[in-house]
Nanobody, 117 residues
């Protein structure tokens, strides 16, 4: 099992930016495809962005051109740079290995992002 700690969330005005971090407890995290997910109140958890160990990335349509996922395998950390944030981005953001997420395991506590004026 891998422990995941997300951080970097907060309250930001529309058009603002935040950088989220996801720190893992094990080196095995660095060998896995990892995703950032988000869950707004009353809605299911959605996949926002993914990154492979070498650094190939994919994004969901709502965040394309605004969010950037990256990773530092030596630090066992994945990042999510979020620019031009909008109220609809308000959610709790989580990271996880893709395969673990699909099995419903190893979720961290998440980090709250609130976009409001």
């Amino acid at each position: 099992q891998v422990q995941l700690v997300e951080s970097g969330g907060g309250l930001v005005q529309p058009g603002g930016s935040l950088r989220l971090s996801c720190a893992a407890s094990s080196n095995i995290f660095s060998a896995a495809d990892v995703g950032w997910y988000r869950q707004a109140p009353g809605k299911p958890r959605d996949l926002v962005a993914t990154i492979t160990p070498p650094g190939s990335t994919r994004y969901g349509d709502p965040v394309k051109g605004r969010f950037t996922i990256s990773r530092d395998n030596a630090k066992k950390t994945v990042y999510l740079q979020m620019n031009n944030l909008q109220p609809e981005d308000t959610a709790v953001y989580y990271c996880n290995r893709i395969w673990a997420a699909n099995l419903g395991r190893d979720w961290g506590q998440g980090t709250q992002v609130t976009v409001s004026s």
